[in-house]
């Protein structure tokens, strides 16, 4: 069965850095793409960065520069690097899988995903 689970988030100053990590058991973590998406309280569910299992790398504009997205394989492990923090970065942070056929274009649509985690809170206050 697979299983995704999110830790790392917590309440940081404007400015400041996290890192999300989601661990990931129950399949082949190599042959899925990934992604981390984030929800704020009255929005709707958007997509933050993702990476296809052929290496394919996707950044929402709004985190370009500032998020890293990264997989560590050996450990089944999906992580997000957050620096320079901004109020609107508030929300809570799932990690999300899908191993269907995918393109560029839509690395960063949350309705292909079919597996989620439970979300880890990232709060931003200024």
């Known amino acids: 069965q697979v299983q995704l689970v999110e830790s790392g988030g917590g309440s940081v100053q404007v400015g400041g850095s996290l890192r999300l990590s989601c661990a990931a058991s129950?399949?082949?973590?190599?042959?899925?793409?990934m992604g981390w998406f984030r929800q704020a309280p009255g929005k709707e569910r958007e997509g933050v960065a993702a990476?296809?299992?052929?290496?394919?790398?996707k950044y929402a504009d709004s985190v370009k520069g500032r998020f890293t997205i990264s997989k560590d394989s050996a450990k089944n492990t999906l992580y997000l690097e957050m620096n320079s923090l901004k109020p609107e970065d508030t929300a809570l942070y799932f990690c999300?899988?899908?191993?269907?056929?995918?393109?560029?274009?839509?690395?960063?649509?949350?309705?292909?995903?079919?597996?989620w985690g439970q979300g880890t809170q990232v709060t931003v206050s200024s």
């Open positions: 990476v296809a299992d052929n290496g394919w790398v």
């Open positions: 999300a899988a899908h191993r269907y056929y995918t393109d560029y274009a839509t690395l960063l649509n949350s309705a292909v995903y079919n597996y």
């Open positions: 129950g399949y082949d973590y190599r042959t899925y793409h």
